[in-house]
């Protein structure tokens, strides 16, 4: 997006980029929620992952489309402008994405989680492969996307097609295994079957309506300013979540041990936007630093940009199974640290993470490029944040949970990560340096992040205790 337009790019500015990206990555986890009804309401599991890997992949092959331009010639003169014609594929493909992501990413969590009894041992074993093979695709895919886009954009784009149509035949021709596992919902009866009519007709509803919005928005029938929506939405999530909790509190039917646990999930909630406005700008802020201001040239190579991205998920490969063995052993010697101190950790990781970054952006702000030794410490900051809150957020919110609530509150937990990202996206539009008003300012920027994590890290420090007493008989 922030590629200009005689390089291949779209030419947007790093405002409008931020925007788009914030609000991309938001509808990713937002529309988990709606995968999840209809998985267990109407596909099932497996059809839902399934349909949802397919249009991910119509996604992703839309957006790589191969760019038509036109040259469009002033009355006298040469031909000087070239305006892209493929801004609509980009958009159609981004909203595809989107959809089908919110199909295939909760419901395929769901499927591990069938493979095992309840209480069997060998669970947190199977999600622990398949948290290391979405992290082993991690480390690949931006290393092969990213080596695609030096050459065409649209390559880039068309490989991630090709990885998920792989993953799509794998996934069929491998499905015997899971017999039983994830099937559709059966409907029985003359009751069974209205019921099925009515959940369609739901579905073919949302359809219609999301197919008629995107239809109007990308025609140009009914204009968008992204910059105004990314900030309506900001506002409409953090809504939805206080009045919904706030239901469930006052009018949910709640004891008061189940009160004080749904007070510390809304505390989790607040604190857990905090550390996602900031570790989610791996992606804009991070990856804009990475291309514009380091120097990534190794032995006369420039490394792409977007090899950075892989980094996170190198040091998750790394250091997953020490954060595990280091939280038993220290349970095992009574010294390990409650899940609110495991928190403020997170937060004040990734404040220390832009800590590193300010130096950097003072090099940058000098007029030189950066070592990248700067952005790889940073992520590995990031990780270890990561590492410290995100596992143990998953599961303090499913323990805390009132029974009758349990798969709405973790719906609360994706609309805190869901915020998170896009406020990373609007943040990314005024800290990125693309104007040398703002590389000046970037500095500045980035101090006001480490302020704002380490200051939310120091708040949760100091309420620790007290937390800790509202989750009862939760540890």
Not at 349 to 361: Q, S
Request: charged content about 10%; glycine content about 14%.
């Amino acid at each position: 997006m922030t590629t200009a337009i005689v390089e291949g790019g779209l030419g947007f500015d790093d405002k409008t980029s931020g925007a788009i990206y914030g609000l991309y990555t938001m509808g990713v986890y937002l529309l988990a929620l709606p995968g999840g009804w209809v998985a267990d309401k109407l596909l099932g599991l497996k059809q839902s992952v399934y349909y949802g890997g397919i249009i991910i992949t119509i996604g992703h092959f839309t957006m790589a489309i191969p760019g038509l331009y036109e040259w469009i010639a002033p009355l006298e003169g040469p031909k000087t402008a070239l305006v892209p014609l493929d801004t609509l594929s980009f958009y159609l493909g981004l909203v595809l994405i989107v959809i089908g992501t919110g199909l295939l990413k909760p419901n395929i969590s769901s499927i591990v989680g069938q493979l095992y009894p309840a209480n069997s041992s060998k669970r947190d074993a199977g999600f622990s492969i398949f948290y290391m093979g979405i992290n082993i695709g991690a480390l690949i895919a931006p290393i092969a996307c990213s080596t695609a886009a030096v050459y065409d954009w649209h390559l880039g784009f068309g490989l991630a097609g090709l990885g998920m149509l792989i993953g799509l035949f794998q996934f069929k021709l491998t499905g015997h295994h899971l017999d039983g596992v994830g099937e559709a919902v059966t409907f029985t009866g003359a009751e069974g079957q209205n019921e099925k009519k009515r959940m369609q007709r739901w579905l073919m509803g949302m359809v219609v309506v999301l197919v008629i919005a995107t239809g109007l928005s990308l025609g140009g029938l009914v204009p968008i300013n992204v910059n105004v929506l990314a900030e309506f939405s900001k506002y409409t999530i953090l809504t939805v979540a206080i009045l919904y909790l706030g239901y469930v509190f006052f009018l949910g039917g709640l004891t008061v041990d189940e009160k004080k646990k749904v007070g510390v999930i809304f505390i989790l909630f607040v604190f857990s936007v905090f550390f996602w406005s900031g570790f989610e700008q791996a992606g804009s802020t991070l990856n804009l630093f990475a291309e514009r201001f380091t120097d990534r040239t190794v032995f006369g190579w420039e490394i792409p940009a977007g090899y950075f991205q892989s980094v996170n998920s190198m040091f998750i490969i790394l250091f997953a199974p020490v954060f595990g063995a280091l939280w038993v052993h220290l349970g095992r010697m009574q010294l390990e640290p409650s899940s609110p101190l495991k928190f403020a950790f997170g937060l004040l990781l990734a404040g220390a993470g832009f800590f590193v970054m300010y130096f950097a952006a003072k090099i940058a702000a000098s007029g030189e490029l950066a070592a990248p030794t700067w952005l790889i410490i940073t992520y590995m900051l990031h990780t270890f944040g990561e590492l410290s809150l995100s596992p143990v957020g998953l599961s303090l919110v499913t323990k805390l949970a009132p029974k009758s609530y349990g798969g709405q509150m973790m719906g609360i937990w994706f609309l805190s990560v869901s915020l998170g990202n896009l406020v990373a996206g609007q943040i990314a539009g005024e800290a990125s340096g693309g104007s040398a008003e703002a590389l000046a300012n970037m500095p500045a920027q980035y101090m006001l992040i480490v302020y704002t994590l380490v200051g939310a890290g120091v708040v949760l420090l100091i309420f620790a205790k007290p937390i800790r007493k509202l989750m009862g008989d939760v540890h």
